[in-house]
C-alpha cells in the first residue's frame, strides 16, 4: 500500500463536505459526529487507521459495508481500483452518492440494501471494510472475501466491539486478529445484536 498516497490525501479530504451544515463547525475535531437516521461519521483518526489496516492495493476490488456520507468510501477509491458500497438507508446512500461524484469518483458502485450479507454478484473482493458493528463474524462476508485478501470489522455487543483484522491465506484459511476496542452503530440484519 502507497502509505503516503494515503496520508496526502487524507489531509487534503474535507471533512465537512460529508456532514450537514449543523456539524460542519465540528468536522476539524477528531470525534464522531451524527449524519441523521441514527447513523454516525467515525472520528477521523479511526477512519484512517482502519484504511490503513485494510491496506488497500492500485488493483485492490473492495467491498464497503455502510456507505454512511461517503467519507471512507472516498478514502478507499483514492486508493483501491474499485469499490463497491453498500448503504441500507437510501437517503443517506444518495447524498453520499452526490458528494463522490462531485469529487470525481468513477469507481464506486452503489447497492441499497442489507449489507451484512455483502454483494454476491461481484465476489470475490481483495478487502472488505465493515463500518458497523455485528454480533459474530458473517459468514458470508468470509466467504466473499478472496484468497489472500483483508477484511477489517467491529464485533461484540452494543456498549463496545473488537475491531478485528480477519485475513484469508492464499489457501483460504482464516486467521483473526484483534486490533483494539472500539464503538459503532449496529450492522442491522441477521449478524446484528443479540442481547
Known amino acids: 500500500m502507497d502509505w503516503q498516497k494515503l496520508e496526502t490525501y487524507f489531509r487534503s479530504l474535507d471533512r465537512s463536505l460529508f456532514v450537514g451544515n449543523d456539524m460542519k463547525k465540528h468536522a476539524s475535531h477528531d470525534m464522531p459526529l451524527p449524519i ?4 454516525t461519521i467515525s472520528q477521523p483518526s479511526l477512519v484512517l487507521e482502519m484504511t490503513q489496516l485494510l ?3 492500485n488493483d485492490s476490488k473492495v467491498l464497503e459495508i455502510g456507505t454512511g456520507s461517503g ?3 472516498a478514502l478507499l477509491a483514492k486508493m483501491s481500483a474499485e469499490v463497491y458500497t ?7 446512500a444518495e447524498e453520499a452518492k452526490k458528494r463522490l461524484d462531485a469529487l470525481n469518483f468513477s469507481n464506486i458502485y452503489y447497492k441499497i440494501g442489507d449489507g451484512s ?4 454478484e461481484h465476489a470475490p473482493y481483495d ?7 455485528a454480533g459474530l463474524l458473517p459468514d458470508e462476508l468470509v466467504n466473499q472475501l478472496a484468497n489472500g485478501g483483508r477484511m477489517v470489522i467491529p ?4 456498549t463496545f466491539q473488537e ?16 486490533v483494539e476496542w472500539v464503538r459503532f452503530v449496529e450492522l442491522k440484519g441477521p449478524y446484528g445484536w443479540v442481547e
Open 71 to 73: 467519507f471512507q468510501t
Open 127 to 133: 478487502r472488505i471494510m465493515v463500518t458497523a458493528a
Open 36 to 39: 441523521g437516521f441514527g447513523q
Open 55 to 57: 491496506e488497500p492495493e
Open 155 to 158: 464485533i461484540g455487543p452494543s
Open 163 to 178: 475491531l478485528k483484522l480477519i485475513t484469508k491465506t492464499d489457501h483460504g484459511e482464516i486467521n483473526i486478529k484483534t
Open 117 to 120: 450479507t455483502g454483494w454476491q
Open 86 to 92: 453498500v448503504e441500507r438507508i437510501n437517503k443517506l
